[in-house]
């Protein structure tokens, strides 16, 4: 089986509530979209979750703009975006930057994107109507609206992203938006492509 999970925002609790409720197997294989860090109160103890996720199961890690904001934050002081996009609550997490950056092997190791038989996982979107060996990364990971309304972006691909939060999971005939906006107070949301069967969490009140 073939699951994918959207935007955690160190929310952690709702993490550890949805995988009591996924069925997910050793052969299965689980996709996490991005931006585990941020907004929540929760981050180190969420990527801590995904660190020992990885060493029981077959997990593909994505890396979402959040951590590429903390990334040009720690290696190449370029701080602005990050202080704009919830980095306190990260930092007062970890106690410090310093703390952060032996966190670094991680967050690089996160890939773009990942392909999986006719999906496409990436957080943000693609850029419609280029090629995926074309694609920037940039795109990738920040892109929003062109991605979004855009019809059959990636021909032969159906997109499965985060990054824009919906009220329940967008599913449609060439993209499947599963963030559903937990650290707003939703939910937290995972889908099981073999059937389109969804999961999710209730994050009100935390």
Request: proline share 5%.
């Amino acid at each position: 089986m073939l699951y994918a999970v959207g935007d955690i925002h160190g929310m952690y609790e709702p993490l550890v509530e949805l995988f009591k409720i996924l069925p997910v197997e050793k052969w299965d294989k689980v996709i996490f979209l991005g931006d585990y860090i941020d907004r929540g109160p929760q981050s180190k103890e969420v990527i801590e979750f995904l660190k020992t996720l990885k060493k029981n199961y077959d997990v593909v890690l994505l890396k979402g703009n959040h951590e590429d904001m903390l990334l040009r934050c720690v290696e190449n002081g370029d701080c602005f975006p990050w202080e704009r996009n919830g980095c306190a609550a990260t930092i007062s997490n970890y106690d410090g930057v310093e703390n952060i950056k032996k966190e670094l092997d991680f967050f690089k190791s996160l890939k773009p994107y990942h392909e999986e038989g006719k999906y496409l996982f990436v957080h943000g979107g693609v850029k419609p109507g280029i090629p995926l060996e074309d694609q920037q990364e940039f795109d990738m990971i920040w892109i929003r609206d062109e991605f979004i309304y855009s019809e059959n972006p990636l021909p032969g691909k159906i997109v499965v992203f985060g990054h824009t939060p919906f009220k329940e999971v967008l599913i449609m005939e060439d993209k499947i938006g599963i963030d559903t906006g937990c650290v707003y107070g939703n939910k937290l949301s995972a889908i099981r492509l073999d059937d389109m069967k969804v999961f999710s969490v209730n994050c009100g009140g935390r």
